[in-house]
Nanobody, 121 residues
């Protein structure tokens, strides 16, 4: 499975961005999907995950109520809608695919390149 993320950019605090991650080369609907992020000098952290069907989602406490993960299996794409952005959301955001719905990085076998999100104060 190849993953291609896009949609990052520069936004002011309080603004919104929508990230997309398009999958190819595999059965997209058979994979749980997730977003992780990594700020400079920090470890990569869990942001959100969604089951294969899209029925169940999970979020890091830091983004609950502000971010929404969704997927369109017909388009082989997962999304991350980010609202009320804060400077601390600044990071490279990576999408990932794997067989198990989880917040653990180790359960995801396929990773996309990061898309940079920068939130100015």
């Amino acid at each position: 499975v190849q993953l291609q993320a896009c949609g990052g950019g520069l936004v002011q605090a309080g603004g919104s961005l929508r990230l997309s991650c398009a999958a190819s080369g595999g059965a997209f609907s058979r994979h749980a999907m997730a977003w992780f992020r990594q700020a400079p000098g920090k470890e990569r952290d869990f942001v959100a995950a969604i089951t294969r069907s899209g029925v169940t989602t999970d979020y890091a406490d830091s983004v609950k109520g502000r971010f929404t993960i969704s997927r369109d299996n017909a388009k082989n794409t997962v999304y991350l809608q980010m609202n009320s952005l804060k400077p601390e959301d600044t990071a490279a955001y990576h999408c990932a695919a794997g067989p198990v719905f989880s917040a653990r990085q180790s359960t995801y076998a396929y990773w996309g390149q990061g898309t940079q999100v920068t939130v100015s104060s």
